[in-house]
C-alpha cells in the first residue's frame, strides 16, 4: 500500500515474509498467529503485515484480503493481493486531499491503490466494507475475476496518469448531433402527434374506451424502464446501447403502423415506450463522450432546443397526416427519419473510455440491480395507473384508485429499502443521487420540465377552444415560444460555456419563467395577438435559458462512470412529478370551469356541456350564451397557468443548490476519482 501520514508503515520486498519485522511481543505474537492462520498466498503476490503499526493503531486481528484492480482499469496486471486487518486496510486506504503517497518501497510485483469514491473509510462501519470495496472484511475473491469491481470501481492504480480523454470534432461531431437530435425529435414528436389522429383511429377500430391506454401505455413502460436504461449505459458501450433503444422505439412505431385492431396499437405503444426510455438519457450520454464539460452546454442547448420543437410539431403534422393520407402516417413517418439516424451513427465512431468487467451473466444481472427493477416498475406502474385514471374513468376516492396509491407506495418504501442496501451497485445510487448539487438539480429539472409539459397541454386548449382555432393554426399560435425557446437554448448554451456558470441561468429562468405564467393567466377571450404572442416569446426565452442547466449541473458533480444512472433518474423525476402535475391541473381546470358554467348557466348543467365538445357547444347551447361558455373555458386556463407560475418558486428555491461551480475548469481529483 502506498504510504502517507495515515498509512501504514509499507516494508515491501519481493524476498519479505510474514511477521520478519515483528517484535517478540505478545501482541505481536498474538496477531502473529493470526495471520498465519491466514489462507497461504503465492510468495510473489504477498504484501507482508508491519505488526508493529497495527500495535500502534491498536488493532489486534487480522484478515486476508484479496482483489484483482485490472478490472478498474489498464496496465496488464495480473493480481493484486494484501494482507491487512481490515481496520488497517481502511486505514491504509486514506490520504489526505493534498498528500502525495509514496510508493518507493513498493517492490515491482506490488499495486497501490487509492479509493476513488470521495468517502472517509476511517469512520466506516464495516457494514459499508462491500459497498466501497467491493467485498467483506476478510472475503477471499478469486483474484477480482469474479467481477466484484464494477466500471465504477472504487479503485484504481495510482500513480497511473489519467488518459486525457478523446473528444470528436468537425463532420464526425456533427454526424453524432445530427444522429442523435433526429432521434430525440422523433421521441418527443411521437408523444404528440397521436393528439390529432386519435379520433381517427377511435372510429376505425370502434375503439373510444381504449383512448386512455394509447398513452398509458407508452408512459408506463417508459418510466418503468428509465432507471435500468441508465445502468445500461453504464456498463454497455453508448453507441450500440442507444442504437438497441432505437430500434425497440421504431419496431414499436411499425407496429403501430401496421395494426389491425385496438389492441395491437396498444402493443406497439408499449414497445415504443420501451424504447424511448433509454434514448433521453443516452443522447446525453453519447454528447458527454463527445464533447469537453465546456462544450456541453451549447451542444445540448441544440439538442433539446430542436427536440422540444417535436412537442409543438407533432399535433401540426398528425393533423396534416391524418387529413391527407392516413392516421398510419403518424408512425410510419419515424421509419425514413429513423434511417437516417441509424445510417449517421455506424459511420461515426464515437468515443467510450469506459472500462467493462467481463464476468459471468449472474455477475452482470447482480450489477444491473434487477431486483431493484422488479421492485420498482409495479411501483411505476400503479402510481402512473392511479394518476391516468383517478377522477377520469374512476373518482380519487374509489377503491381501486385507493389501492393503487397504497400498492405503489409500498413497492416505492421496499425499492428505497433495496437500493439503500444496495449502495453503489443500485440502480438508483443513493450515495450518488443524495448529493445536494445531483438531488437538487433532479429537483429543479421536474419543476421546470412540468411547466413545459402544462403549457404544452393548455396552450392547445386556449387556442383551439377558446379562439376557436384548428388544431395546425393552434400550433402555428404556439410557434412565439417554440422559436425564441430554440434561439435561448443555443446563446444561453454558448453564453455558459464562456462564463463557466450555469446557476446564474437557472436562478434567472425560473424568476421569467414565473413572470410569463404569470402573464399568460390573463388571457381573455379577445386578447389581441400582440399580447399572447408577446407573453410567449417571454415563455420561450425563459425555458430556453436554463432547460439544459440541472444536467451540465449533475455531469459536473457526478463520476463519468455514474453520469448515465444520474441521468436516468433526472428523466425518471420529470416523467414522475410531470404526470402527478398534470393530474393536479387537469384537477383545477375541471373544477373551475364546471364552477363557472354552473354559475353561469344553471339552466344547461355543467356536465351536459362539457360533454358536448367543443366542437358541439352549438348543439347544447344557445348562440347567444357561447361566449359564456369560452370564458368559463379561459377562466380554467388561467387557473393552470397559475399553477404553473407557482412551481416556479419551487424551481428557484432548488437551483440555488445545484452549486456555484465553473465547469471550464478541469475538477480537482478527490482520492482517486477514475
Known sequence: ????????????????????????????????????????LPEIYLEPLDFTVLREKRVSRASSVRTNPDAAGPGGLDMFDVRLSYNAARRSLIRDKDEVPDFSGLGEEHVPAVPQLPVDLRTMHSSKMKEVLGMDPGEETDGGRDGSYTPESVLKVAGEEEEEPEYIHG????????????????????????????????????????????????????????????????????KWTFLVFFLVFELGNLVCGLATSSTMIIIGRTIAGAGASGLTNGSFAIVTACAPMEKRPQLMGILIGVCQMGLVAGPLIGGALTEFTSWRWCFYINLPVGAVTIVAFLVTNIPDKRKYVQSPGRLTLQKMDMLGFVLFAPAAVMILLALEFGGNKYAWSSPTIIGLFVGGAIEVVLFLLWERRAGMTAMIPLPIIGKREVWTACVASMFMFSTMLGAGYYLPVYFQTVRGLSPLRSGISMLPAIVTQLVATVVCGGLVQRVGYYLPFMILSAVI????????????????????????????????????????????????ALASVATATMVLFQTFFGSVFLAIVNTLFNTKLKQELTTRLPEIGADKIINAGAADIGSVVPADKIDQVLESYSLGVNEVFYAIAAICVCMFIFSWGTGWTDIRKKPEKEKGDV
Open 1 to 40: 500500500m502506498g504510504r502517507s501520514k495515515r498509512s501504514l508503515t509499507n516494508p515491501l520486498r519481493r524476498d519479505s515474509t510474514v511477521g520478519s519485522a515483528a517484535p517478540t511481543s505478545s501482541h505481536n505474537r498474538s496477531a502473529s498467529s493470526v495471520a498465519e492462520r491466514a489462507p497461504q
Open 513 to 560: 419563467i414565473a413572470v410569463a405564467n404569470g402573464l399568460i393567466s390573463t388571457w381573455g377571450l379577445h386578447t389581441h395577438t400582440l399580447v399572447w404572442a408577446g407573453f410567449q416569446v417571454l415563455l420561450g426565452i425563459g425555458r430556453g435559458m436554463a432547460f439544459q442547466m440541472p444536467i451540465i449541473a449533475i455531469q459536473a458533480h457526478t463520476p463519468p
Open 171 to 238: 463532420w464526425r461531431l456533427g454526424s453524432v448531433m445530427l444522429a442523435i437530435t433526429l432521434a430525440c425529435f422523433l421521441y418527443l414528436l411521437d408523444v404528440s402527434i397521436l393528439v390529432t389522429a386519435i379520433p381517427k383511429i377511435t372510429s376505425d377500430f370502434h375503439s373510444l374506451m381504449d383512448i386512455g391506454w394509447y398513452g398509458a401505455t407508452y408512459n408506463l413502460a417508459s418510466a418503468a424502464l428509465q432507471p435500468l436504461s441508465g445502468k445500461f449505459y453504464t456498463y454497455f458501450h453508448a
